[in-house]
């Protein structure tokens, strides 16, 4: 995969990466005529309840029903009501057996974990997914942004790009091809940085990475490829 098709990749895959894992673990699931019920969201003995169904519905871009299956799902698969770091570890590294999975799902676990308190809840999951699947390509960019900015301070630094570059290369493995050199990471970093750094000083911003982004026919299409998915 060449740097270009890597630069595209490292936005899009947020979005394939996610969904799969969704449907994977039976999270996304067809939504059946009969749940029609009126009830708010259904809540059972756990560690952490849910705000309540109006509020995530002002809050994202789902109906009442489909916040409704999602919660299902979510509380299936995580009867204690959140999921930790290791349990998302795991969930992606069944997806690459021949690369390694653990740094980027803990970037992409940090984009999640809006409150910072080690553990996705369903606001955190359901918020996140709203961005990816129906928000606007602004807030799709913003979210990439927001996981590419791992300390949180505003800027990406060549040092961040870096590492979550890597993290890429990683998870991959041996399927990526033609075969990734040793320096194919850092190359990459300098490619983005070249294109992306509009006032050379070192950083990218949030308004450089946006406007950037907007200017990029492909990055654009990929931003409209799952908005149907549920």
Request: charged share 25%.
């Amino acid at each position: 995969m060449g740097i270009q098709g890597m630069e595209l990749f490292a936005i899009g895959v947020v979005i394939i990466l996610f969904v799969a894992v969704l449907k994977q673990f039976g999270i996304l699931e067809p939504m059946s005529l009969e749940d029609s019920s009126d009830s708010d969201l259904e809540l059972s003995t756990v560690r952490h309840q849910p705000e309540g169904l109006e509020q995530l519905q002002a809050q994202t871009k789902f109906t009442k029903k489909e916040l409704q299956s999602l919660y299902r799902g979510f509380k299936n698969e995580c009867p204690s009501g959140l999921v930790d770091e290791e349990t998302f570890k795991t969930i992606y590294s069944q997806f690459f057996p021949q690369g390694d999975a653990t740094t980027y799902a803990h970037f992409l676990f940090n984009a999640f974990d809006l409150d910072r308190n080690g553990s996705i809840r369903f606001e955190d999951f359901v918020i996140g997914l709203s961005v990816l699947l129906r928000g606007s390509v602004t807030e799709k960019l913003n979210w990439a942004f927001n996981l590419y900015d791992i300390n949180k301070d505003g800027y990406i630094t060549k040092e961040e790009m870096l590492l979550i570059m890597k993290s890429i290369y990683d998870m991959m493995g041996r399927y990526t091809y033609p075969c990734v050199r040793d320096e194919a990471p850092s190359e990459h970093v300098e490619k983005f940085f070249q294109k992306m750094d509009r006032n050379r000083d070192g950083v990218v911003t949030i308004e450089e990475f946006i406007e950037t982004c907007q200017k990029d026919e492909n990055i654009m299409n990929s931003m409209q490829l799952f908005e149907n998915v549920i």
